[in-house]
């Protein structure tokens, strides 16, 4: 098991994860919305690595909406449901690094009551967590397609999830990786920024749909579904470019797979 690094948001991993614990899992608002497929299929992989999956059902929001558009007070009351909801889990999974940055990194700037950080840093994004508390390196799947990924700015730049999302998707059987050109570069999305800074947005999103294309790939993946919305969008806006796919990565790593 890999250690957290001491650069990116700081997480609760002592004691490690023991085989049969129950693991609490976060559903971000816009994937039980628009996007259950990636829910069933977040649960499927813990389910087969020995994690029994426990799905709070008051759970709502984690706040980062009202946080990003600078709504603190209406963010915190959202925040303290959240961990009024999850504090009897150890652990929580979350296949979204953006909701999952938003418990562990900013919860304690909303908040900085040690309970409420304390529970957010039990949140664990779904690969990071599949990686470095489970010991995945394989999940089994078959996906023959050729394959280019997008790495949302929150999981990256807050959290760190930089390897675990790479290495899983170079292990499926079947999926030639296709290197996206300037892998660093933000989507456009962020969020509220997409609404209150369209043009801009749209700008940015063009150039990640332009590197998309010279790839190669026939499908993007990434563990925000929330920036493959957005990416989704422009590469449908085109007719040359509507024939790319996009998808959450949850739902590439249960490809081909029975449980």
Request: a negative charge; proline letters at 8%; hydrophobic letters at 40%.
């Given at each position: 098991?890999?250690?957290?690094?001491?650069?990116?948001?700081?997480?609760?991993?002592?004691?490690?994860?023991?085989?049969?614990e129950?693991?609490?899992?976060?559903?971000?608002?816009?994937?039980?919305?628009f996007?259950p497929?990636?829910?069933?299929?977040?649960?499927?992989?813990?389910?087969?690595?020995?994690?029994?999956?426990?799905?709070?059902?008051?759970?709502?929001?984690?706040?980062?909406?009202?946080?990003?558009?600078?709504?603190?007070?209406?963010?915190?009351?959202?925040?303290?449901?959240?961990?009024?909801?999850?504090?009897?889990?150890?652990?929580?999974?979350?296949?979204?690094?953006?909701?999952?940055?938003?418990?562990?990194?900013?919860?304690?700037?909303?908040?900085?009551?040690?309970?409420?950080?304390?529970?957010?840093?039990?949140?664990?994004?779904?690969?990071?967590?599949?990686?470095?508390?489970?010991?995945?390196?394989?999940?089994?799947?078959?996906?023959?397609?050729?394959?280019?990924?997008?790495?949302?700015?929150?999981?990256?730049?807050?959290?760190?999830?930089?390897?675990?999302?790479?290495?899983?998707?170079?292990?499926?059987?079947?999926?030639?990786?296709?290197?996206?050109?300037?892998?660093?570069?933000?989507?456009?999305?962020?969020?509220?920024?997409?609404?209150?800074m369209?043009?801009?947005?749209?700008?940015?999103?063009?150039?990640?749909?332009?590197?998309?294309?010279?790839?190669?790939?026939?499908?993007?993946?990434?563990?925000?579904?929330?920036?493959?919305?957005?990416?989704?969008?422009?590469?449908?806006?085109?007719?040359?470019?509507?024939?790319?796919?996009?998808?959450?990565?949850?739902?590439?790593?249960?490809a081909?797979?029975?449980d």
């Amino acid at each position: 098991m890999s250690q957290s690094n001491p650069t990116v948001a700081p997480r609760q991993d002592d004691p490690p994860y023991q085989t049969g614990e129950p693991v609490a899992l976060f559903i971000p608002c816009y994937i039980d919305q628009f996007f259950p497929a990636i829910a069933q299929a977040t649960a499927k992989l813990l389910n087969r690595f020995g994690a029994p999956v426990v799905y709070p059902p008051e759970q709502t929001c984690c706040g980062q909406p009202a946080f990003n558009s600078g709504y603190w007070d209406e963010a915190r009351g959202v925040i303290r449901h959240f961990c009024d909801v999850f504090e009897p889990y150890r652990w929580i999974v979350c296949p979204s690094g953006s909701c999952t940055a938003m418990c562990r990194v900013f919860f304690g700037h909303v908040d900085p009551d040690p309970r409420i950080v304390g529970i957010g840093r039990r949140v664990f994004e779904l690969t990071e967590f599949l990686v470095d508390m489970l010991g995945v390196t394989d999940t089994g799947a078959t996906f023959p397609h050729r394959v280019t990924v997008h790495l949302g700015c929150h999981g990256r730049r807050e959290l760190g999830v930089i390897d675990p999302p790479m290495r899983l998707l170079k292990s499926v059987r079947g999926l030639t990786y296709c290197e996206l050109p300037d892998l660093a570069d933000c989507c456009g999305f962020g969020g509220t920024f997409s609404v209150k800074m369209p043009g801009m947005s749209l700008a940015m999103g063009g150039t990640k749909v332009e590197n998309v294309v010279r790839s190669g790939a026939e499908v993007v993946v990434s563990n925000d579904i929330s920036c493959m919305m957005h990416v989704s969008g422009l590469l449908r806006r085109d007719p040359a470019t509507r024939h790319i796919e996009t998808m959450h990565i949850a739902e590439v790593l249960a490809a081909g797979t029975r449980d």
